[in-house]
């Protein structure tokens, strides 16, 4: 009952979070467009920061804009999108435009100075991902002040139900996984922005960017190759997916029999019983010794076995996050370990496929969950209604106020995304998206990759796939939080 009215209370205060008084020099939005996420993604999220006020809003449609002014309770209203950057007093905007305008207005934003933040996926494809978060003006800030942030909006990552999920993957230990992400078949209209190609549209543009980004970050690099991608149509455009399901290889495999395969699956028609979006990792086998009671059971075998054999306990982890999207409603993070006592089979008997005799076998498992870093044992604002946007709002303002960010999803995040969404639709024989961009920028876009030689070229030569300094703190910070619940757990046993 308790855990009943706290999970209603929780859904209900994403929705109307306490507002909170705000500091005498707050970072003033400008919201690029009436769509229908800025609510969720930015204004109700900037009600509890301290530091952030949603100031003004254009629209194409300036009586639209009028009205959603109205509603959300933001002061401004520019004629135009232009307007907001030529705004001397707004220090960031928000882009949730079409995909296929990310490019252009997230380019103008940075010439004006802003901080951006912008919606995913970042841009068309991953050529464009270069121009952007390569461009001269994040490292110089162009002829203004400082140089100004960009991020795109990975907000899943900013949670710490991610933070907690990845304290119990070991990125160069998985062997495979697999992530997922439904629309239920109702939400989408037969024309929103989703089914035109011609706004870089697709299912693999939108739910790819989550399902492709949670499978990087847990083999802890961009794939080398997608091996296969099966697509299915929308109804407005062939080349505009709606349903796909994509299988890439990731490196670090010890050849054909022991890949490492990756796959993601998504669809905007989704049935009723496909509606939580999952992450499920298996590892391969780890020689574990710091398990407590570990090391006496190997002893004891040793000695069973005449103290000659050579014993040793692997552990098989299996890990599933459930509502790895949108964990503030509700999600679960389940481990199952697989112990097994093996003996390494010497003279003849190792030419056997498997070298090792299993000895014994035993599981542990626990499911556990995170709604505040609190919740982690870690000391970082948060509160259990805070939906993933409000999380990554906090480590934005941190950013452009100079100060550390704990969780942070960098420019090579989004090109090495972007990768992956053009490497899948390279094996479905779709075209890449392109984004609306002006005369002047088109000339200093390099070509798209189409071509797989010229991507393994690229990713031969990219040294850009290796764990940022960002990621190694927050797998240190990971395995913090996993030793407290392994002690939390075995003071409750
Ligand atoms: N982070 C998240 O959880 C989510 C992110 N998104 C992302 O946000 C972006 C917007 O998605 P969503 O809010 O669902 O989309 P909407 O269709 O509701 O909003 C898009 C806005 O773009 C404007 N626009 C400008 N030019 C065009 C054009 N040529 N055609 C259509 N619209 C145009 C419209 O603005 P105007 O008001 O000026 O008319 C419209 O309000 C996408 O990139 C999507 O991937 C979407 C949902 C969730
Ligand atoms: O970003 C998004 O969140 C999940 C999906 O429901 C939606 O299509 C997408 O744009």
């Known amino acids: 009952m308790t855990a009943l009215f706290g999970l209603a ?11 909170v008084p705000k500091s005498p020099k707050p970072l003033r939005f400008g919201v690029l467009s009436a769509a229908d996420i800025a609510p969720s993604a930015l204004i109700v999220p900037s009600k509890s920061h301290p530091e952030v006020v949603v100031q003004v809003i254009a629209a194409r449609d300036p009586s639209k804009a009028k009205a959603f002014a109205q509603k959300h309770g933001i002061p401004e209203v520019a004629a135009t999108y232009q307007d907001i950057l030529d705004n001397q007093n707004i220090d960031c905007v928000y882009i949730p435009l079409p995909n296929g305008l990310h490019l252009k207005w997230a380019l103008r934003a940075l010439e ?3 901080h951006v933040l912008l919606e995913k996926p970042s841009v068309g494809n991953a050529a464009e991902a270069r121009a952007l978060f390569r461009s001269p003006l994040l490292a110089s800030g162009g002829p203004h002040r400082t140089p100004p942030v960009i991020l795109e909006a990975a907000h899943f990552v900013f949670h710490p139900a991610w933070a907690a999920f990845m304290s119990f993957v070991s990125p160069p230990d998985v062997a495979s996984a697999r992530a997922t992400l439904w629309v239920p078949r109702w939400r989408l209209g037969a024309d929103d922005i989703r089914y035109r ?16 980004t949670a499978i990087m970050r847990v083999f802890g690099s961009v794939a080398e190759e997608c091996i296969e991608c099966k697509t299915e149509p929308g109804s407005m455009d062939a080349r505009c997916d709606r349903w796909f399901k994509a299988r890439y290889r990731f490196p670090g495999g010890d050849g054909p029999n022991s890949e490492r395969i990756g796959e993601i699956e998504g669809d905007f028609k989704a049935p009723l019983d496909r509606i939580s979006p999952d992450v499920h990792v298996v590892h391969r086998p780890v020689v574990v010794t710091d398990d407590s ?9 040793v000695e069973r076995a005449g103290g000659a054999a050579k014993v ?9 996050f459930t509502t790895f999207v949108q964990p503030t409603y509700m999600h679960s993070i389940e481990v199952d370990d697989e112990y097994q006592m093996r003996q390494r089979l010497e003279g003849p008997a190792a030419a056997l496929q498997p ?11 626990k499911t556990t ?51 992956m969404i053009d490497m899948a639709y390279t094996a479905a024989k779709l075209p890449l998206r392109v984004s609306e961009v002006d005369k002047k920028t088109e000339e200093k876009l390099e070509k798209p990759e189409q071509k797989s030689d010229q991507k393994a070229a690229e990713m031969k030569s990219d040294k850009k796939t290796e764990l940022k300094p960002d990621r190694r703190v927050e797998q240190k910070f990971d395995k913090q939080f996993e030793q407290k619940l392994d002690r939390r757990a075995e003071q409750r046993t």
């Open 293 to 301: 009671g570990l090391e006496a059971d190997i002893s004891a075998e």
């Open 112 to 114: 004006a100075g802003k």
């Open 355 to 365: 070298a090792v005799a299993v000895l014994k076998t035993w599981r542990k498992s």
């Open 9 to 19: 209370r929780r859904n209900w205060q994403i929705s109307n979070p306490p507002e």
């Open 369 to 419: 969950k995170a709604y505040t870093f609190r919740d982690m044992g870690a000391e970082q604002p948060g509160e259990p209604y805070w939906a993933t946007y409000r999380y990554q709002l906090e480590q934005f303002v941190n950013r452009v106020r100079g100060r550390e960010t704990r969780q942070w999803f960098g420019g090579e995040d989004s090109i090495n995304t972007m990768r």
């Open 312 to 320: 040793e306990v692997v552990r098989i982890r299996k890990v599933k």
């Open 197 to 212: 190609y011609e706004l870089a549209g697709g299912a693999l543009m939108d739910l790819g960017f989550y399902t492709a």
